[in-house]
């Protein structure tokens, strides 16, 4: 399948969004952006300038923007609100749970400065809590796709589908792994290898890290099974049930490694009482003013270090 293959092309996935955003607004005028005044960053400028009727900026107002996009949403438009994850997440927390997913309205959160990305805009700017905050609220779907052209077609899979979705990207460019014609299903994790020595999950960013390393554990004669696991909520449990029937799995987010995907899977194999998981991730610290490269170097978020925990695993 092509997304085995090794890239050398990276973009942000906030790029993938500026551009999807624009096709949406092209093939349906109920496609509405509310900019939280960083339209420009958020990569909303080219939907802006092409259809102004249909984009509000609401200035540095998060709570306010979520209940425009909920009142938007009651009259069948398709609100998206484009903010930092940091702030779409925790700044409209409360107006997300009571306007948005109490009442399931049709509102979808489209984050961009996800996880440690932001880098060196340093630990304030780092959303490392954001999914896991939004994968507790009843109704809320929550995505973060790996590369440009995934994050696109989740873009469009998230607008065609009813009810507040969650959606998370990069501040940097990651690279690319899938070509632009792969197929994506909200709920359905991607394999991206089969193996039956052990089982890696991935999400978003690290993705491409966690395929590096499986290459590593294949050269050493360890057969992996990988998976991007690009929907926390709903998770496919059917998917990580098969990682359990291998025996030992590593998670892999660019996420605090508590309530996220991390956590998500342990939940699973917690109620099939069987399977061994050990979780990659933002060990329940803050981030810190560094380049994105090196923050994911201190938390351990690297290729060295997952097959070192699958060495360590395979071993004990």
Same mark, same amino acid.
């Given at each position: !399948?092509?997304?085995?293959?090794?890239?050398?092309?990276?973009?942000?996935?906030?790029? $993938?969004?500026? #551009?999807?955003?624009?096709? &949406?607004?092209?093939?349906? +005028?109920?496609?509405?952006?509310? #900019?939280? *005044?960083?339209?420009?960053?958020?990569?909303? %400028?080219?939907?802006?300038?092409?259809? /102004? !009727?249909?984009?509000?900026?609401?200035?540095?107002? +998060?709570?306010?923007?979520?209940?425009?996009?909920?009142?938007?949403?009651?009259?069948?438009?398709?609100?998206?609100?484009?903010?930092?994850?940091?702030?779409?997440?925790?700044?409209?927390?409360?107006?997300?749970?009571?306007?948005?997913?109490?009442?399931?309205?049709?509102?979808?959160?489209?984050?961009?400065?996800?996880?440690?990305? /932001?880098?060196? %805009?340093?630990?304030?700017?780092?959303?490392?809590? #954001? !999914?896991? =905050? !939004?994968?507790?609220?009843?109704?809320?779907? =929550?995505?973060?796709?790996? *590369?440009?052209?995934?994050?696109?077609? &989740?873009?469009?899979?998230?607008?065609?589908?009813?009810?507040?979705?969650?959606?998370?990207?990069?501040? *940097?460019? =990651?690279?690319?792994?899938? *070509?632009?014609?792969?197929?994506f299903e909200i709920g359905k994790a991607k394999q991206l290898r089969d193996g039956d020595d052990i089982a890696i999950i991935a999400n978003g960013d690290t993705v491409h890290i966690a395929m590096s390393a499986a290459e590593q554990l294949e050269e050493k004669g360890v057969s992996v099974k990988l998976l991007d696991m690009h929907t926390i909520k709903p998770l496919d449990t059917e998917a990580v049930k098969e990682c359990i029937g291998v025996g030992k799995i590593i998670t892999v987010e660019d996420h605090n490694i508590l309530n996220g995907l991390g956590s998500a899977v342990a939940e699973v194999i917690a109620e099939e009482g069987k399977?061994?998981?050990?979780?990659?991730?933002?060990? #329940?610290?803050?981030?810190?003013? $560094?380049?994105?490269?090196? &923050?994911? +170097?201190?938390?351990?978020?690297?290729?060295?270090?997952?097959?070192?925990?699958?060495?360590? &695993?395979?071993?004990?």
């Open positions: !399948m092509s997304a085995t293959k090794k890239a050398v092309e990276k973009k942000a996935t906030r790029a $993938a969004f500026g #551009d999807e955003i624009v096709r &949406l607004g092209e093939e349906n +005028e109920d496609i509405y952006v509310v #900019d939280i *005044d960083i339209g420009k960053s958020c990569k909303t %400028d080219k939907f802006i300038a092409a259809y /102004p !009727m249909q984009h509000i900026n609401v200035g540095i107002a +998060e709570q306010n923007g979520a209940g425009i996009a909920a009142g938007l949403a009651t009259t069948g438009k398709i609100p998206f609100i484009s903010t930092y994850a940091v702030f779409g997440s925790l700044r409209m927390a409360e107006q997300i749970r009571q306007e948005v997913c109490y009442p399931n309205l049709n509102v979808k959160i489209a984050c961009s400065h996800g996880g440690l990305t /932001p880098g060196n %805009d340093g630990g304030s700017h780092q959303a490392i809590e #954001d !999914m896991g =905050v !939004m994968r507790s609220f009843p109704n809320m779907t =929550v995505i973060m796709g790996a *590369d440009y052209h995934s994050t696109r077609k &989740l873009i469009a899979e998230a607008a065609a589908m009813y009810g507040p979705v969650y959606l998370r990207f990069t501040r *940097d460019a =990651v690279p690319m792994i899938y *070509d632009e014609n792969e197929t399977g061994r998981l050990a979780r990659i991730g933002v060990q #329940d610290r803050f981030g810190e003013s $560094a380049p994105y490269g090196k &923050l994911l +170097e201190i938390n351990g978020i690297t290729v060295e270090n997952i097959v070192a925990t699958a060495t360590e &695993l395979l071993t004990n």
